[in-house]
Nanobody, 123 residues
């Protein structure tokens, strides 16, 4: 079965940047639409960004537009989330998800999930 592993989280000052990575096992990575979601303590998991199979289409939550960029490198089986101008409200555990379908903003439409990586933005 497909395994997803996130990395790149950490502690950063407000206004700083981080780049998250999500690497998938298996040879069929290029056929999956991918997404990034986040969950803060005591809150529901929310959509952050999504990208289509070949990276030609992307979507972003309004809260991160202009600051975050999702991309993918299919030969490396990896999807990235570049996060710039970070704010304290971006603090959360970030999860990557994959689905055997077209790009989606809906959490329940994703088939596979990683374990998450923590992002903490200090004031």
């Amino acid at each position: 079965q497909v395994q997803l592993v996130e990395s790149g989280g950490g502690l950063v000052q407000a206004g700083g940047s981080l780049r998250l990575s999500c690497t998938a096992s298996g040879r069929t990575f290029s056929s999956y639409a991918m997404g990034w979601f986040r969950q803060a303590p005591g809150k529901e998991r929310e959509f952050v960004a999504a990208i289509s199979w070949r990276g030609s289409s992307t979507y972003y939550a309004d809260s991160v537009k202009g600051r975050f960029t999702i991309s993918r490198d299919n030969p490396k089986n990896t999807v990235y989330l570049q996060m710039n101008s970070l704010k304290p409200e971006d603090t959360a555990s970030y999860y990557c998800g994959g689905r055997t379908g077209t790009i989606s903003l809906k959490i329940y439409e994703y088939n596979y999930w990683g374990q998450g990586t923590q992002v903490t933005v200090s004031s």
